[in-house]
């Protein structure tokens, strides 16, 4: 699923930027190859202006002339004297010269049926540029620039035209774009691969965040599995005749029976602090009594592991605290029941209350333990929905949700929870309210 995601960005990630790229290409090489076809045509213009104008000063057109303005297959010529061709250089009938004549027989025809006829009879000289396109293929067409001029001499006109082939610019341009056309290509790559790696780093917290909750549903599910089935085996058990035996399995039945409660208890807390705001119901309450109930309900289970469990109040009468008082219970209750599990035998925990006046919160809550410990690394994670470090994976009824609900109830009371390490080893739970 989450595959198919990361699939999907990338290519709208990659689709939109390498849409933007190529459509702004496209107008780039667009406007720079009309910008210059029309420098390239001025210029033909000029120099047939040039070409014209000395052509019409000299008396006598030289073949030498006409000859130097083909060389290099720059120009091809062709003058009529009183409408007979006028021959010079080398005339040699072969291939190319044929297709030279019909190329100006072509131009011909295109200019007798796009423009007027010669003006006759002029004093000066008259000349006109245009564009002759003759089509090769069903995509592609030659590009000429043509000059067609008229010379008034005293043995009568001659008529002349000037064909420039602009095949050799227009495969130029035809690499040029597909020079730019590789670029695109080799710049839409690099975006897929950019896109690829952005979009799984964006998406690495739902990837873990998924990969939490199919633990802890793997989790959860055994946990829930196991206490039922000592349920019921034990429930298969109670009708012998043993008193203390039956009453043994009551209570192993009510204690694997409460853990299930308590898990599905956490889980539909925290599913509904996922969906909704969490709703409090404030009074005002004694602080240091509140902490006080939590501890003695908690010293039978500290007790039973032989932990010493104290409390710490404030000496001085302390104001009241404006809370949800159950909701901070809970808080409490998840702080000892952890500091407890995570404590090995003949460990001390202490639950601490201190009253400020100054300062924005005034209630310090505390629990402290001489425990496992919380590594640096696990500090910046334990608040977070589901998770659980490595050593406490096999600590029995603990499913990685505590702590994420202790922080929703805390910031819903606009305090803050956070951990230190204890002086000595151990964690310090610390809550401001
Ligand atoms: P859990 O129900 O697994 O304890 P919590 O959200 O309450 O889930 O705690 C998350 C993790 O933080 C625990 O799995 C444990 O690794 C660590 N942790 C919490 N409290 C303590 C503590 N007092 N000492 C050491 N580790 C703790």
């Known amino acids: 699923m989450l595959k198919k995601v990361h699939f999907r960005l990338t290519l709208l990630g990659t689709g939109v930027t390498g849409g933007i790229l190529i459509l702004t290409t496209l107008i780039y090489l667009f406007v720079w190859e009309n910008n210059l076809w029309r420098n390239r045509f001025q210029t033909f213009q000029s120099d047939m202006n040039n070409v014209v104008s000395s052509l019409e000063n000299t008396t006598v057109i030289s073949g030498a002339y006409l000859s130097s303005l083909e060389a290099g297959g720059r120009y091809l010529v062709y003058l009529e004297d009183n409408g007979m061709p006028f021959l010079y250089g080398n005339i040699v009938e072969n291939e190319e010269r044929q297709e030279k004549q019909a190329l100006l027989a072509e131009v011909k025809d295109y200019y007798e049926d796009h423009f007027d006829d010669m003006p006759k009879g002029l004093i000066f000289a008259y000349h006109t540029e245009f564009i002759y396109e003759k089509r090769t293929g069903i995509l592609s067409k030659d590009k000429f620039y043509v000059c067609a001029a008229i010379l008034s001499k005293e043995q009568g006109q001659l008529s002349l035209f000037i064909i420039s082939p602009q095949t050799s610019y227009q495969k130029q341009m035809i690499w040029q774009w597909l020079f730019f056309a590789l670029i695109n290509l080799l710049a839409i790559l690099f975006l897929y691969l950019f896109f690829y790696r952005l979009t799984g780093y964006a998406l690495r917290p739902v990837k873990e965040s998924t990969q939490k909750q199919e633990r802890f549903i793997a989790s959860a599910s055994h946990e829930l599995r196991t206490p039922l089935s000592v349920m019921l085996s034990c429930a298969a058990l109670i009708p012998s005749e043993d008193k203390k035996e039956q009453k043994r399995l009551c209570d192993i039945i009510e204690n694997e029976g409460g853990m299930m409660k308590r898990l599905l208890n956490e889980m539909l807390l925290s599913a509904s602090l996922s ?159």
């Open 275 to 433: 969906v909704s705001q969490i709703a409090l119901e404030k009074e005002e309450t004694e602080a240091d009594t509140l902490l006080l109930n939590c501890v003695e309900a908690f010293e039978p289970m500290a007790n039973e592991k032989g932990l010493t469990l104290s409390a710490l109040l404030p000496e001085e009468a302390i104001p009241p605290l404006c809370c949800d008082k159950h909701k901070i219970e809970q808080v409490l209750s998840i702080l000892l029941h952890n500091a407890i599990s995570y404590t090995e035998r003949g460990g001390s925990i202490t639950a601490s209350l201190s009253y400020h006046k100054s300062g924005k919160r005034h209630f310090v809550f505390s629990v402290a333990d001489t425990g496992i410990g919380i590594s640096d690394g696990d500090k910046k994670q334990i608040f977070e929905r589901f998770y659980r470090s490595d050593e406490s994976r096999s600590e029995k009824g603990h499913f990685g949700l505590g702590l994420s609900i202790a922080k929703e109830i805390v910031e819903g009371h606009k305090g803050t929870i956070k951990v230190k390490d204890t002086p000595g080893g151990g964690s310090t739970f610390i809550i401001e309210l």
